[in-house]
């Protein structure tokens, strides 16, 4: 079992910024893809950002292209989500997820059994 501890969030204007941290507690986060969804009230869990074991792949939501940067320090076992030019529309729970293995990158949030509790994203207009 894998138990993922976000950090991060908070309440930022539109055009600010904002830095999620990823970390699995107790163990390494080594062979695992680790990826960002969010959700936000009446809507459904959608896929943001993700990026591979090795952290030379990573993909993205074509909402967040250009805004968003993930990026993963395995030294320090943590990943993180960079997120500039944040918009309103960017409000939502953001969850850290990771599933092992060293394939390629999935989008869907049922093929990660890990989660992290969930960390607030508030942009104000």
């Known amino acids: 079992q894998v138990q993922l501890v976000e950090s991060g969030g908070g309440l930022v204007q539109a055009g600010g910024s904002l830095r999620l941290s990823c970390a699995p507690s107790g163990r390494t986060f080594s062979g695992y893809i680790v990826a960002w969804f969010r959700q936000s009230p009446g809507k459904e869990r959608e896929f943001v950002s993700a990026?591979?074991?090795?952290?030379?792949?990573?993909y993205y939501k074509d909402s967040v292209k250009g805004r968003f940067t993930i990026s993963r320090d395995n030294a320090k076992n943590t990943v993180y989500l960079e997120m500039n030019s944040l918009k309103p529309e960017d409000t939502a729970v953001y969850y850290c997820?990771?599933?092992?293995?060293?394939?390629?990158?999935?989008?869907?949030?049922?093929?990660?059994?890990?989660w992290g509790q969930g960390t607030q994203v508030t942009v104000s207009s």
């Open positions: 990026i591979s074991w090795s952290g030379g792949s990573t």
């Open positions: 997820a990771a599933r092992g293995g060293k394939d390629t990158i999935r989008v869907k949030s049922s093929e990660y059994p890990y």
